[in-house]
């Protein structure tokens, strides 16, 4: 069965650091590819970064130059560094993966960011 | 980027009606676009992909169509658990963009 399971999120001051985790069950992270779709409290979906099993990373303008999408693939684990946080990115950020087409196939359960003084 | 947009932004309906939301993109995605259904406090659940094709698991009652600027998805008779918002999302061009959502509520 397929699992993903997010951490990492909490509480952090604008212009801080975070790193999220997604640690996967029942399939081989490095051999697919692994997004981050994030949701602000009470808006819409928002496509963060993706990381091709190639290993080659697409970001959204939004977090370019601010997010790292890495994985470790012997943790089997997705990475999100997120620096220079900003209010803006309070939101619950999603791991996925998808079936190699960019659609999302399954999610964890989220985890939330809050960027607060 | 490429505008993902979406109507109604909500519809009230009745245990047993026919749904039927749109989804227009600001320029051409072929049938690069798929929906998923997301009720609260749950991460979304993709429905459809590649426009028109059902996600095994999903009930028959879900059918998507469309291709280039234009989609839809139409829920055949509406059930109780189907009380939820809607996403499109396109995966032709990078930045992926998704639709602001449909919330379907109980008339």
């Known amino acids: 069965e397929v699992q993903l399971v997010e951490s990492g999120g909490g509480l952090v001051q604008p212009g801080g650091s975070l790193r999220l985790s997604c640690a996967a069950s029942?399939?081989?992270?490095?051999?697919?590819?692994m997004s981050w779709v994030r949701q602000a409290p009470g808006k819409g979906l928002e496509w963060v970064s993706v990381i091709y099993s190639g290993g080659s990373t697409y970001y959204a303008d939004s977090v370019k130059g601010r997010f790292t999408i890495s994985r470790d693939n012997s943790k089997n684990t997705l990475y999100l560094q997120m620096n220079s946080l900003r209010g803006e990115d309070t939101a619950v950020y999603y791991c996925?993966?998808?079936?190699?087409?960019?659609?999302?196939?399954?999610w964890g359960q989220g985890t939330l960011v809050t960027v607060s003084s | 980027d490429i505008q993902m947009t979406q109507s109604p932004s909500s519809v009230s309906a009745s245990v047993g009606d026919r749904v039927t939301i749109t989804c227009r993109a600001s320029q051409g995605i072929s049938s690069w676009l798929a929906w998923y259904q997301q009720k609260p406090g749950k991460a979304p659940k993709r429905l459809i992909y590649a426009a028109s094709s059902l996600q095994s698991g999903v009930p028959s009652r879900f059918s998507g169509s469309g291709s280039g600027t234009d989609f839809t998805l139409t829920i055949s008779s509406l059930q109780p658990e189907d009380f939820a918002t809607y996403y499109c999302q396109q995966a032709a061009i990078f930045p992926l963009t998704f639709g602001e959502g449909t919330k379907i509520e109980i008339k």
């Open positions: 029942g399939f081989t992270v490095s051999n697919n590819y």
């Open positions: 996925a993966r998808d079936d190699g087409w960019l659609y999302f196939h399954h």
